[in-house]
Nanobody, 121 residues
């Protein structure tokens, strides 16, 4: 069984910084792309940052220049450094991974349980 566990969410004032992490564990052969999604209150979940296995990154315009996604392949972990946070960044943050399961070599998509980030004005 494969799971993603997020950590690091919380309450921060506008203009502040926060770092969230997402660690994958279980029978993993390799991890391809990993991404961070956000679901604001009353809105749909949206992708705003992703990173390939070779660490190429993409960002939504709303976070470009403020957020940085990175990964440690040895630890099967993806990180999100968030700076200059705004109240509109508030939401539940989910990580996502596309990976290959060990032994069966099935390709699956896995989601974390989500971590709440609240930015106060």
């Amino acid at each position: 069984q494969v799971q993603l566990v997020e950590s690091g969410g919380g309450l921060v004032q506008a203009g502040g910084s926060l770092r969230v992490s997402c660690a994958a564990s279980g029978s993993i052969s390799s991890i391809n792309a990993m991404g961070w999604y956000r679901q604001a209150p009353g809105k749909q979940r949206e992708l705003f940052a992703n990173i390939t296995s070779s660490s190429n990154t993409n960002y939504a315009d709303s976070v470009k220049g403020r957020f940085t996604i990175s990964r440690d392949n040895a630890k099967n972990t993806v990180y999100l450094q968030m700076n200059s946070l705004k109240p509109e960044d508030t939401g539940v943050y989910y990580c996502n991974a596309n990976l290959i399961v060990k032994f069966s070599y099935r390709r699956i998509e896995v989601w974390g349980q989500g971590t709440l980030v609240t930015v106060s004005s």
